[in-house]
């Protein structure tokens, strides 16, 4: 699983870094989304249990099971909402910086590409 030190160790120099640095972030809150999902199920099920359990040995009124557990697991799905935001702002990078700057870039690209060779990419700015 990627870490947050993936993402410090990745450049951010050119466009195809910025591309590539959104990629691993858009990975990594995928990868927590999944996570909290799973465990949020997980610790529901085991609340509704211990619950129930409650219940038929007389401790605690019983009553509303299910929406004691889901309310006890509530702030993990508040972080994949989150997370989700995250996702989205990690794939909108590159076509803001496009966007805002692209008439520059574009210039940078066309003088980059009459300097350098043939083979150089002209997206690399």
């Known amino acids: 699983m990627a870490r947050h030190e993936d993402l410090a160790n990745l450049p951010t120099r050119t466009t195809e870094d910025v591309r590539a640095y959104s990629r691993e972030l858009d990975k990594i809150a995928l990868d927590l989304i999944t996570e909290l999902e799973c465990r949020a199920h997980e610790l529901r099920g085991a609340l509704i249990a211990m619950l129930k359990y409650c219940k038929a040995n007389q401790i605690g009124e019983g009553k509303s099971i299910g929406w004691k557990a889901s309310r006890s697991v ?9 997370l989700r935001a995250v996702r989205l702002s990690a794939k909108r990078i590159y076509p803001r910086i496009e966007k805002f700057c692209g008439v520059e870039l574009e210039e940078l690209r066309r003088r980059k590409g009459k300097t350098k060779s043939p083979d150089h990419d002209p997206l690399d700015v």
């Open 74 to 82: 509530a702030t993990l799905y508040t972080a994949t909402v989150a």
